[in-house]
């Protein structure tokens, strides 16, 4: 299993920016794709964005493609999401992810990760 702690929430203005981080530690962290998932009040989970394990391959949601950047610094062990241009229906718990099966391929549906973060909370008004 891998341990992975978010930060870097809060709130934010419509059209302002934040970025998240997600620090992993317990396994060779550059091995496996990561991800990022976000749930509001009341919805289910919905996929954000995944990234490979160089980083040379990027998968987003529709609803934040350019708006939205997934990156990785393997030698730091961290995933970060940087989010721009954010409006009120961004506003969510955000959940780092891994998926501790592959390195390469990357998937929206959350039952394929293996590992989730507690989560950080990005609150977005009008």
């Known amino acids: 299993q891998v341990q992975l702690v978010e930060s870097g929430g809060g709130p934010v203005q419509a059209g302002g920016s934040l970025r998240l981080s997600c620090a992993a530690s317990?396994?060779?962290?550059?091995?496996?794709?990561m991800g990022w998932f976000r749930q509001a009040p009341g919805k289910e989970r919905e996929f954000v964005a995944a990234?490979?394990?160089?980083?040379?391959?990027?998968y987003y949601a529709d609803s934040v493609k350019g708006r939205f950047t997934i990156s990785r610094d393997n030698a730091k062990n961290s995933v970060y999401l940087q989010m721009n241009s954010l409006k009120p229906e961004d506003t969510a718990v955000y959940y780092c992810?891994?998926?501790?099966?592959?390195?390469?391929?990357?998937?929206?549906?959350?039952?394929?990760?293996?590992?989730w973060g507690q989560g950080t909370q990005v609150t977005v008004s009008s």
């Open positions: 992810a891994a998926d501790l099966k592959r390195s390469v391929y990357l998937t929206r549906y959350d039952a394929e990760y293996d590992s």
């Open positions: 317990g396994r060779t962290f550059s091995r496996y794709v």
């Open positions: 990234i490979n394990w160089s980083g040379g391959s990027t």
